[in-house]
């Protein structure tokens, strides 16, 4: 034990490195009740405090209150999780000095039997009552007791009442990021449960279809997506191929996907039209969903005839596909007229077209956050990134699709990607 206490008196040194290891040993606590264990300990060595209460009034009426620590229990309890074993008591000098919101000193103390905290005030005769402040009232008093008269010097009790109220506050924001901490945990495993109910609404596998080979790669840019691929068996070896985009990102984002994954497949015979089936999840999303948060969803729908090599296709607001010709090696995007994105707007009409692929052909459909991705400078990776990472006929569809996700991140490097990428390259043969 120094010499005096840590307000004064005897060597300053010796209290600045009394104070200097409690502040080093208190920021490695990072539970609030050991941290207010190892305060208690530390101050108890140069306080000379005989006696410490605390108690609260939170989620209480007058007159009531719990008594949260005591130095006299010979079992410690956690006032934040066993707040159910806290003692409640009420009126008294304690309940008297805890709703009067004010600093108080008693230098010759006498308390009476008939106190309903008398066991925990009996014997002592000198007395500070600090209130702790939350949100500008009260709820806590901090107790120290003596048992001698006249034992606390009031000059110092302004400092008691700073320090006391600021180790309040620190030990609050600490069971704040422990509360936060745990609600993140929470969180994140029920992103982790969405993102696996997302992921089994996505293609198990790729198709077997005559005269196309298929590369995709998803990357979510949170637990859960807002991008959506799908493909969809028709008659004839016909196939519809689809990828969409709902705004936002995360969990409302991937809520947004699976209710148009569900329309999507509500009724088979509007996959034959893509316009028809465009047309269907606008009117549903803007009836039941959309219309009160202002979401959307892009997408691409379009049906690919092996035996023609001709694709039928309509657009919502998605970026056009694009279409690399290996003959010529010329890049562009699909044709296309310019409509809004599912979900903003009723009574839209779709427009429909044609494109005839042939062998050696390559078309990327793709979300967003592929032509979208920033870098530090703000600069887009832009298209004409997409498509030089496209050119290379040599190169298989894996490693076009790997090749542009490296590209991306790279650009994007050192920052996380911001947005989901979804690519889906098709190879005609």
Same mark, same amino acid.
């Given at each position: 034990?120094?010499?005096? +206490?840590?307000?004064?008196?005897?060597?300053?040194?010796?209290?600045? /490195?009394?104070?200097?290891?409690?502040?080093?040993?208190?920021?490695?606590?990072?539970?609030?009740?050991? &941290?207010?264990?190892?305060?208690?300990?530390?101050?108890?060595?140069?306080?000379?405090?005989?006696?410490?209460?605390?108690?609260?009034?939170?989620?209480?009426?007058? #007159?009531?209150?719990?008594?949260?620590? /005591?130095?006299?229990?010979?079992?410690?309890?956690?006032?934040?999780?066993?707040?159910?074993?806290?003692?409640?008591?009420?009126?008294?000098?304690?309940?008297?000095?805890?709703?009067?919101?004010?600093?108080?000193?008693?230098?010759?103390?006498?308390?009476?039997?008939?106190?309903?905290?008398?066991?925990?005030?009996?014997?002592?005769?000198?007395?500070?009552?600090?209130?702790?402040?939350?949100?500008?009232?009260?709820?806590?008093?901090?107790?120290?007791?003596?048992?001698?008269?006249?034992?606390?010097?009031?000059?110092?009790?302004?400092?008691?009442?700073?320090?006391?109220?600021?180790?309040?506050?620190?030990?609050?924001? @600490?069971? @704040?990021?422990?509360?936060?901490?745990?609600?993140? =945990?929470?969180?994140? =495993?029920?992103?982790? !449960?969405?993102?696996?109910?997302?992921?089994?609404?996505?293609?198990?596998?790729?198709?077997?279809?005559?005269?196309?080979?298929?590369?995709?790669?998803?990357?979510?840019?949170?637990?859960?997506?807002?991008?959506?691929?799908?493909?969809?068996?028709?008659?004839?070896?016909?196939?519809?191929? &689809?990828?969409?985009?709902? /705004?936002?990102?995360?969990?409302?984002?991937?809520?947004?996907?699976?209710?148009?994954?569900?329309?999507?497949?509500?009724?088979?015979?509007?996959?034959?039209? $893509?316009?028809?089936?465009?047309?269907?999840?606008?009117?549903?999303?803007?009836?039941?969903?959309?219309?009160?948060?202002?979401?959307?969803?892009?997408?691409?729908?379009?049906?690919? +005839?092996?035996?023609?090599?001709?694709?039928?296709?309509?657009?919502?607001?998605?970026? #056009? #596909?694009?279409?690399?010709?290996?003959?010529?090696?010329?890049?562009?995007?699909?044709?296309?007229?310019?409509?809004? $994105?599912?979900? &903003?707007?009723?009574?839209?009409?779709?427009?429909?077209?044609?494109?005839?692929?042939? $062998?050696?052909?390559?078309?990327?459909?793709? !979300?967003?956050?592929?032509?979208?991705?920033?870098?530090?400078?703000?600069? &887009?990776?832009?298209?004409?990134?997409?498509?030089?990472?496209?050119?290379?006929?040599?190169? /298989?569809?894996?490693?076009?699709?790997?090749?542009?996700?490296?590209?991306?991140?790279?650009?994007?490097? #050192?920052?996380? $990607?911001?947005?989901?990428?979804?690519?889906?390259?098709? +190879?005609?043969?």
């Amino acid at each position: 034990m120094i010499e005096h +206490d840590i307000f004064g008196g005897g060597d300053w040194r010796e209290r600045l /490195s009394h104070i200097m290891e409690t502040m080093r040993l208190l920021s490695r606590e990072r539970d609030p009740q050991s &941290m207010v264990r190892v305060y208690r300990d530390r101050l108890d060595e140069v306080s000379h405090i005989d006696r410490f209460l605390s108690i609260s009034r939170r989620g209480l009426e007058p #007159p009531l209150y719990r008594i949260a620590r /005591s130095s006299t229990w010979k079992e410690e309890i956690d006032p934040w999780t066993e707040r159910e074993r806290l003692p409640v008591l009420q009126g008294g000098l304690l309940g008297e000095l805890l709703y009067g919101n004010e600093p108080r000193i008693f230098d010759n103390l006498e308390i009476g039997r008939e106190d309903p905290a008398f066991e925990y005030l009996d014997g002592m005769r000198s007395l500070v009552a600090i209130p702790v402040f939350d949100g500008g009232e009260a709820l806590n008093l901090v107790i120290q007791m003596r048992r001698s008269p006249h034992a606390f010097d009031p000059e110092r009790f302004p400092l008691m009442a700073w320090l006391t109220n600021l180790f309040s506050r620190a030990t609050h924001n @600490l069971l @704040l990021s422990r509360q936060l901490a745990q609600a993140h =945990r929470s969180l994140d =495993r029920e992103a982790r !449960t969405i993102a696996e109910i997302q992921r089994s609404i996505l293609p198990e596998r790729l198709p077997d279809i005559p005269g196309i080979a298929f590369a995709v790669e998803y990357h979510p840019s949170a637990r859960a997506s807002g991008d959506y691929y799908d493909f969809l068996e028709l008659e004839g070896g016909r196939w519809g191929i &689809m990828i969409a985009d709902g /705004s936002g990102h995360g969990t409302s984002a991937a809520v947004l996907m699976a209710i148009t994954h569900t329309l999507v497949h509500v009724d088979r015979d509007r996959w034959r039209d $893509p316009s028809r089936l465009l047309e269907f999840l606008n009117e549903s999303l803007v009836e039941r969903y959309t219309q009160a948060t202002g979401s959307f969803v892009t997408a691409f729908y379009g049906i690919f +005839d092996p035996a023609t090599r001709e694709l039928r296709y309509s657009l919502a607001g998605h970026p #056009p #596909p694009r279409i690399r010709n290996c003959t010529s090696g010329s890049i562009s995007g699909l044709e296309t007229a310019t409509k809004p $994105p599912l979900g &903003m707007m009723g009574d839209i009409v779709y427009e429909q077209r044609s494109c005839q692929l042939h $062998p050696g052909d390559r078309m990327l459909l793709y !979300t967003d956050g592929l032509s979208e991705a920033r870098n530090q400078r703000g600069e &887009m990776f832009g298209l004409e990134r997409v498509d030089s990472l496209m050119s290379n006929c040599s190169r /298989s569809t894996d490693e076009i699709v790997s090749g542009l996700v490296e590209g991306v991140r790279h650009f994007s490097a #050192p920052a996380p $990607p911001e947005d989901d990428l979804t690519l889906v390259l098709v +190879d005609v043969r």
